[in-house]
Nanobody
Framework: QVQLVESGGGLVQPGGSLRLSCAAS????????MAWYRQAPGKQREMVAT???????NYEDSVKGRFTISRDNAKNTMYLQMNSLKPEDTAVYYC????????????WGQGTQVTVSS
């Protein structure tokens, strides 16, 4: 069983920055593709950014150039650096991990609220 715990959310003004963290319960980054998702009120959960076991990253179009996903293998922690935040970035942000070899396993964190407002 893998546990993922997010932190770092909060209230920030438009144009500001936040860094989210996702602490994993073990050394999983060599066997789990990791991702950040978000869900705004009344909307479906959407992928924000992904990072493969090899370190390749991918971003949803609206956050390209503003958000950066990264991880620290020694700390078993994944990050999402969010810059130039906009009100439309307001959502609950979730950490996700998917095992890359069978049998499939997928885990979610509990979520952390990000609110962008003046």
């Amino acid at each position: 069983q893998v546990q993922l715990v997010e932190s770092g959310g909060g209230l920030v003004q438009p144009g500001g920055s936040l860094r989210l963290s996702c602490a994993a319960s073990g050394n999983i980054f060599n066997s789990y593709a990791m991702a950040w998702y978000r869900q705004a009120p009344g909307k479906q959960r959407e992928m924000v950014a992904t990072i493969t076991t090899g370190g390749r990253t991918n971003y949803e179009d609206s956050v390209k150039g503003r958000f950066t996903i990264s991880r620290d293998n020694a700390k078993n922690t994944m990050y999402l650096q969010m810059n130039s935040l906009k009100p439309e970035d307001t959502a609950v942000y979730y950490c996700n991990g998917k095992r890359v070899y069978p049998p499939p396993r997928e885990y979610w964190g509990q979520g952390t609220q990000v609110t962008v407002s003046s």
